[in-house]
């Protein structure tokens, strides 16, 4: 009888020891892996890196203004950043499926992207210029109307131009460089694109010039999810700070001059 005794208790003992490393097992099983999970201290960045000097390659580091306060917010947040490059139209979609936490690419809070996602408050301002061949008959903004006029694709100057001149003939290229190389070429009559890369393009290509008149002025804002409220309030009060102890004058003083 005793011998039974301790048989039932030594079995017992071995049931529960069965039943704890199951539950062992599956706690461990429980947990994600950390190879697999994004972290939370990386805010990504969504971009097109051919927009200088916002955004751009540079000996195969993407480097420029976005980026560089982009870097300063992610530090503000105790975050480390993480830049991801592709195509301008694919920025806003990125933000909205969580892909990327924000977007910048000298993007405007046009309300045809405010419906898609949330903006930050503005950390810089730019103007739309055009571009023409030196001698050509288009002085002003109105000259365009019955021209043939190159822009890039998903930008605030195409949604103007489209808007402004119905009747011209408008193309739209991927890229600003090759709205640029259709007007040497002769393809087009002119080119609306942001000042900035505007000056770096016609500094690197004889017989362009930007007409004196500034087609539209415009403020560069951050593309948000409008799930993420909380990244907003956080952005928000982070450029706050780098606006008031001088880090975004600086960021666009050092790469553009006032030449």
């Not at 500034?214 to 560069?220: H, S």
Request: hydrophobic share 40%; glycine share 4%.
């Amino acid at each position: 009888m005793k011998n039974i005794k301790i048989l039932s208790i030594l079995c017992l003992i071995g049931l529960m020891a069965l039943v704890l490393a199951a539950c062992t097992t599956k706690d461990t099983e429980a947990q994600p892996s950390d190879e697999n999970t994004k972290s939370d201290n990386t805010l990504v960045m969504a971009t097109e890196a051919k927009i200088p000097p916002y955004v751009y390659n540079d000996s195969d580091t993407i480097v420029g203004i976005d980026v560089d306060i982009a870097s300063a917010v992610a530090d503000y947040l105790g975050m480390e950043l993480e830049v991801k490059d592709m195509s301008f139209g694919s920025i806003i979609s990125s933000v909205k499926s969580g892909e990327a936490d924000i977007g910048m690419a000298a993007m405007m809070a046009t309300t045809d992207l405010s419906e898609s996602v949330d903006f930050s408050d503005s950390y810089t301002t730019s103007s739309q210029v055009i571009i023409v061949r030196s001698g050509s008959i288009i002085a002003c903004s109105a000259d365009l109307a019955d021209k043939s006029v190159a822009v890039q694709k998903n930008t605030i100057g195409e949604l103007y131009v489209k808007s402004d001149y119905p009747n011209a003939a408008i193309q739209s290229y991927s890229k600003g460089i090759e709205a640029v190389q259709a007007l040497r070429q002769g393809k087009v009559d002119a080119v609306v694109i942001d000042e900035v890369p505007a000056k770096v393009y016609v500094a690197e290509n004889n017989g362009l010039l930007i007409l004196d008149e500034d087609y539209a002025d415009e403020e560069y804002a951050i593309a948000i999810s409008e799930d993420n409220k909380e990244l907003l309030t956080k952005v928000n009060d982070a450029l706050e700070a780098l606006k008031a102890d001088g880090t975004l004058q600086a960021i666009v003083n050092k790469y553009i001059t006032s030449e």
